[in-house]
């Protein structure tokens, strides 16, 4: 009774209703077929998957073995999630209107945005700007990265957190004055993503900038306009405008009041995507993780095993997090402003890892401290035409296609036996509407919360 929400699942007709990209799919478990899972799916059939930097890059799937130059390859693109879907995948970081009330928090709590002179900003779920020039409020990255962490994963303490690229921010804008001109930016990838919102006139814009890691340009570099948009008037004064900037999937989007203002994609391949995000060419990180792996054998076969560990790195290199450069974000203003629900979110970011050393039933792994599933390219996801590949949106403490042992000797013998996969077989349907939620655990009497009912996108 206590176990969990009670969803509704629609079930997947063959030719009649299929399963698509980043559908929440329920599925018998290839490792243990008594289990139903849910998961989100990320790759279909006849595809190749490769996950980079948290995101999902397809292409279609040849016969023939990859290669570590594949992510090098032709036909690759990225695979993004629609506006719905994007939505429901957010992860609040932080909002002002949760800022803790001044007379019961702690002493020590300060809010993770850091404003210039003029800016109110402090325990209260309000800030206001009201200096002359450009006022900046920018997110405190070096207190505050912002990771893939999240709270109910607390007991995971050993697991990495990686520093996640795709972001969006959030504020109810009210210029206290005529002719505000508001401007959003996120700094990721070492390029600055800048939209800008002047009059009626929305613009969308890019730069490189330099980076700590010295690696690239040593000054900012020329903007690349992007695209833009319109709206049907200025930001009212006086009045709140709720305003978003997404950098999700390279892609860009600006909503005001919740109606797409603005949208444009930029198409980096997996190698520009891995340049732009560790400011290293994929040769050059292959050929390190190779030293490294040599490194390891060398020290292992000299018995020195704690020597050997700091070599680990080796068995993929992808799934370092100092690897990759941080992200961060800044709003800025020209002329006075109130701000109200100033928030931060993170995306969903699908984690880069090694197998364990034992399956979940204790036996020795078949591929033992090998590359994640799709996370390296010598352990490629190529997907037939009846195999799908799954993720969990809790990457990091998710047990899912990335990770799987080999399935169940009776799946294995009957339906497939690759690892890694979901055969069309085992799949039961489309998980859609929570009709019953989980009740809260610390009461004495079962309460059921029903304003948890909600649809799952």
């Known amino acids: 009774v206590m176990g969990g929400d009670r969803i509704f699942v629609l079930k997947y007709l063959p030719r009649i209703f299929d399963p698509s990209r980043f559908d929440c799919v329920v599925f018998k478990n290839p490792i243990n077929p008594d289990e139903n899972y849910i998961k ?47 939505r429901a995948m957010w992860m609040e970081v932080f909002s002002s209107e949760y800022s803790p009330i001044t007379d019961s928090s702690p002493m020590y709590w300060e809010s993770p945005w850091i404003g210039t002179p003029g800016f109110e900003v402090g325990r209260a779920p309000v800030y206001r700007y009201s200096g002359s020039g450009v006022g900046t409020l920018r997110w405190n990255d070096a207190a ?5 962490f999240t709270p109910y994963n607390e007991d995971q303490n050993a697991r990495l957190s990686f520093l996640v690229p795709d972001l969006r921010l959030r504020a109810g804008v009210k210029p206290d004055a005529p002719d505000v001109v508001v401007a959003a930016v996120i700094q990721s990838f070492g390029h600055e993503f800048r939209c800008e919102i002047e009059g009626t006139t929305i613009r969308l814009r890019r730069r490189p900038i330099p980076m700590p890691d010295g690696e690239g340009v040593t000054e900012p570099g020329a903007w690349t306009e ?67 792996r040599d490194n390891f054998a060398g020290l292992s076969q000299q018995g020195q095993i704690e020597r050997a560990q700091g070599f680990r790195r080796a068995a993929n290199l992808f799934g370092e997090r100092d690897e990759y450069r941080s992200s961060t974000a800044r709003w800025e203003f020209s002329g006075a402003v109130t701000l109200h629900r100033v928030g931060l979110d993170r995306d969903i ?3 880069a890892g090694i197998y364990s050393t034992t399956d979940t039933w204790g036996r020795a792994h078949p591929r033992a401290s090998e590359p994640a599933m799709a996370t390296h390219p010598d352990q490629p996801a190529l997907l037939g035409r009846d195999q799908f590949f799954v993720c969990g949106d809790n ?21 497939d036996p690759t690892i890694g996969v979901v ?32 649809f799952i996108w």
Do not use: C
């Open 226 to 292: 992007l695209g833009g948009g319109r709206l049907a008037h200025p930001l009212p004064e006086g009045r709140v405008s709720d305003v978003e900037f997404w950098h999700a999937d390279q892609a860009l989007h600006v909503l005001v009041n919740g109606e797409q203002a603005a949208y444009v994609e930029y198409d980096w391949t997996p190698r520009e995507r891995i340049l732009h995000a560790t400011g290293r060419m994929l040769d050059d990180l292959l050929e390190r993780e190779e030293s490294y």
């Open 40 to 86: 989100r799916l990320i790759g279909l059939p006849g595809e190749q998957v490769a996950l980079i930097h948290g995101d999902v890059f397809v292409r279609p799937a040849t016969g023939e073995t990859p290669r570590p130059e594949d992510w090098s390859g032709p036909g690759w693109h990225i695979a993004r999630k629609p506006d719905r879907v994007q």
């Open 144 to 148: 505050h990265p912002i990771l893939d």
């Open 395 to 415: 990457s990091a403490a998710s047990l899912d296609a990335r990770l799987w042992a080999a399935p169940d000797p009776w799946i294995a013998a009957t339906i």
């Open 349 to 351: 970011y699908y984690q």
């Open 423 to 454: 055969p069309r077989d085992l799949l039961i349907g489309k998980a859609f509407f929570v009709y019953f939620p989980a009740m809260h655990r610390g009461r004495p009497v079962p309460v059921v919360d029903f304003g948890r009912m909600r």
